[in-house]
């Protein structure tokens, strides 16, 4: 089975930037999507961004034209770059390895504060 650890994570200003990385372990062929879940305090879990295997990205409406989702195959690695962070952008980030929900990692926090 597949194994994340996510990192980079941090306190950051309102209008600072973060980068977000997710390495993986073990066999990760039958993983055919990957992407950035996020959870704060009191909401529901929400999809920030999703990268497939052949490298199509989407975004969620909040996070479009601010952050940008990108992997490197070779190191089994994903990253998120989040720029113009906003205090809304506060929640624990978690790696999702697709398309089933049996990986996660432990999360990374990110606090923006205004």
């Known amino acids: 089975q597949v194994q994340v650890a996510e990192s980079g994570g941090g306190l950051v200003q309102a209008g600072g930037s973060l980068r977000l990385s997710c390495a993986a372990s073990?066999?990760?062929?039958?993983?055919?999507?990957m992407g950035w879940y996020r959870q704060a305090p009191g909401k529901q879990r929400e999809l920030v961004a999703s990268i497939t295997r052949s490298g199509s990205t989407n975004y969620a409406d909040s996070v479009k034209g601010r952050f940008t989702i990108s992997k490197d195959n070779a190191k089994k690695t994903m990253y998120l770059e989040m720029n113009s962070l906003k205090p809304e952008d506060t929640a624990v980030y978690y790696c999702w390895l697709g398309p089933f929900f049996s990986s996660w990692g432990q999360g990374t926090q990110v606090t923006v504060s205004s």
């Open positions: 073990g066999s990760i062929l039958s993983i055919t999507i």
